[in-house]
């Protein structure tokens, strides 16, 4: 088939070079220049494992970007992949939403029928009352509308896509699921997947309802954590033995220092500003959220417990929201380094592949090349990211002025000669 898609970031690039990967014939829209520069030479505008290797093999024949809408014209269908965004409010954002439907009903204006796919994550009723509109407004009314919801991961969005544990199928008529079919059919051939085939906004609350679960499962076990840790409980061995049961399972398991990342806070955030906008409180998801927020400062306060860090140099150890991935979006460093420095503290951060990013957005910290570095001299540790390299970490541990580590991820080696203190556990 031959495929568009509006968006060449995380989710749009990925689907792009995977659906190439399938046989599809697939080109990406997108404002960004260089973005589409990059794709057009091989090459992958974001790290991802798999995705620069499909990208390379792909470019230039099965595969290809462009800044000019027109081509969609072209295709059978066209996914959308903007960002959707939180409003101050936390409310979803659909500006850039509708301004990409716009330019997308100009391009297909007087065309017979295309098949319009959302792919991007939007509360219930968006398709429908936003996206529709907003193409009509471009100049076609001929849309058949769909949504896709999308649940791959960073730092494994390739694999994620290709073997998915299901697929959700949103669409108002028979024409919508035949090609939502029609473009899957090779992916699915392989894959051990459920197909959802539902209406349109049962399919856009799914996401939510997958992102928001979720969540509050972290916040649950990080709130039992918190208990634990009172009694002197491994949380754990306690996660692990009920893990046993298949109604919990054992995946979004791990207490700590909580949820980030470029969903889990905007879409949780989005979906109770929904909630609420129609009169309903969503209770659970609220103190998901405000146990969240909670958990940095209980980190600081059991260092609290064992050095005045005012004046003294701490180390941060860890900036991206979760390992694997460069992403700094609702990463738990922030409030961890925000707590440090109200306390006086001058912090001192290292991560494997965020600094840059980190540096960009937070100069008045100062970086460290290396864990080692980063300990030098310093009064107390704080664990924010379970990169396998923390574990690895020993003698470096001797270098620090007093050896308090206090870990938020369950990841350096419990050891002689360090207070070591686990936030859970
Ligand atoms: N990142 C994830 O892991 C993930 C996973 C599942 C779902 N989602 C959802 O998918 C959607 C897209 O997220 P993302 O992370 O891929 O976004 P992103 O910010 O990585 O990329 C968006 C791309 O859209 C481009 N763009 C902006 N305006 C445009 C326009 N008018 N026309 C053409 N291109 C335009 C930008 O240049 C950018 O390259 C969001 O709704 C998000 O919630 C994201
Ligand atoms: O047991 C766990 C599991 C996760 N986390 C934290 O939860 C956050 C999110 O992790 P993860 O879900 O792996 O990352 P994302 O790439 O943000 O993926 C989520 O958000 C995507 C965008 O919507 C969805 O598509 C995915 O299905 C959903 O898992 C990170 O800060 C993790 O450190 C924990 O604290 N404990």
Redesign the pocket.
């Known amino acids: 088939m031959n495929v568009s898609i509006?968006?060449?970031?995380?989710?749009?690039t990925t689907i792009a070079a995977c659906f190439a990967d399938l046989g599809h014939e697939v080109v990406n829209?997108?404002?960004?220049e260089d973005?589409v520069e990059t794709i057009n030479s091989g090459e992958a505008p974001i790290h991802e494992p798999g995705l620069e290797e499909r990208i390379a093999e792909h470019a230039g024949d099965r595969l290809r970007a462009t800044t000019d809408y027109e081509t969609v014209r072209e295709t059978d269908v066209t996914f959308l992949?903007?960002?959707?965004p939180s409003r101050e409010d936390g409310s979803i954002d659909t500006s850039?939403m509708e301004?990409?439907a716009e330019?997308l009903g100009e391009a297909l204006a007087g065309k017979d029928d295309h098949v319009v796919v959302v792919?991007?994550?939007v509360v219930p009723g968006t398709t429908d009352s936003v996206v529709a509109p907003a193409i009509e407004r471009g100049g076609f009314d001929g849309a058949t509308l769909a949504m896709n919801p999308?649940?791959?991961?960073?730092g494994s969005?390739v694999s994620d896509f290709l073997d998915p544990d299901k697929v959700v199928f949103g669409a108002t008529s028979e024409a919508g699921y035949e090609t939502l079919r029609e473009v899957y059919e090779p992916l699915l051939a392989d894959a051990d997947a459920a197909v959802v085939e539902t209406d349109l906004r049962e399919a856009e609350m799914i996401k939510y309802a997958n992102n928001a679960f979720l969540a509050s499962k972290v916040s649950l076990v990080n709130d039992l954590g918190n208990i634990c840790k009172e009694f002197g409980v491994d949380a754990y061995e306690v996660a692990d033995a009920i893990a046993h049961d298949d109604r919990i399972s054992g995946r979004f398991l791990r207490s700590g220092v909580g949820w980030g990342g470029?969903?889990f806070p905007?879409?949780v955030a989005a979906i109770i500003a929904a909630a609420k906008s129609e009169g309903y409180d969503p209770t659970v998801l609220e103190a998901a959220v405000e146990l969240n927020d909670g958990q940095p400062e209980r980190l600081l306060e059991l260092l609290d417990d064992h050095v005045d860090v005012g004046g003294e140099r701490v180390a941060v150890l860890g900036l991206s929201f979760k390992p694997g991935t460069d992403d700094i979006r609702g990463t738990r460093a922030i409030p961890v380094i925000d707590g440090l420095q109200e306390r006086g503290a001058d912090v001192v951060a290292y991560d494997p592949v965020a600094t840059e990013k980190m540096a960009e957005k937070r100069p008045d910290v100062d970086y460290a090349d290396s864990a080692r570095e980063a300990l030098d001299g310093a009064s107390g540790a704080v664990v924010v990211t379970d990169w396998d390299e923390f574990g690895a970490l020993d003698d470096e541990f001797d270098a620090m002025a007093e050896r308090v580590v206090v870990d938020g991820r369950r990841i350096v080696e419990r050891r002689d000669g360090i207070t070591y203190e686990g936030l859970t556990w």
């Open positions: 509006v968006g060449s970031g995380y989710v749009g829209v997108d404002i960004d973005v992949a903007l960002p959707t850039i301004a990409g330019s792919k991007s994550t999308e649940f791959l991961r960073m969005a470029s969903c905007k879409d």
